[in-house]
């Protein structure tokens, strides 16, 4: 008696992914992989302002802070997002309110900001970046440095609609 390679189970799995690939003729998974959203940071809140004003820069500047926003699942760039920016600097402490600013997210999805040299606080250099403006779900980042004679520091944000 011939032995057959297709199980009931088999035969069933073969025609859901048959009839899963639709017109198009591609075999998909049933659940695609998209781009994680950022998860917040420890002490990413640390001297958190609400509600920074929106500035063209922080302080004297020469120090950048550029970073893309996408959206969590397709990472669509996210135009006209608020983020928050404040940091322990030259100019200031990272709690004085001159120490905060924020801007807005281009047509791209991506930010950039000047604002004075970052120094180390507590023996690390590093910023504070915040997005929470309702939209999606806030994250608060506080990315450090690997040395305090970097000019710029770059974080990324891939947000989760609230």
Avoid: K
Wanted: aromatic share 8%; charged share 15%; with cysteine.
């Amino acid at each position: 008696m011939p032995t057959s390679f297709f199980t009931r189970r088999a035969f069933v799995a073969a025609g859901c992914a048959i009839a899963g690939a639709g017109a198009s003729g591609l075999i998909v998974p049933a659940r695609a992989a998209g781009l994680d959203p950022t998860r917040t940071m420890r002490g990413g809140a640390n001297n958190y302002l609400p509600d920074a004003p929106i500035v063209d820069r922080i302080g004297g500047g020469g120090f950048w802070m550029p970073a893309p926003v996408r959206r969590a699942g397709d990472g669509a760039p996210l135009s006209g997002q608020r983020i928050q920016i404040w940091a322990h600097t030259t100019e200031g402490h990272e709690r004085d309110p001159h120490s905060h600013g924020a801007t807005l997210t281009d047509e791209n999805g991506q930010f950039r900001l000047e604002m004075p040299q970052i120094v180390p606080a507590f023996g690390q250099p590093h910023g504070h970046l915040a997005y929470d403006s309702g939209d999606f779900e806030t994250v608060f980042l506080r990315p450090v440095m690997p040395s305090a004679n970097d000019t710029s520091l770059e974080a990324h944000f891939v947000l989760q609609p609230a």
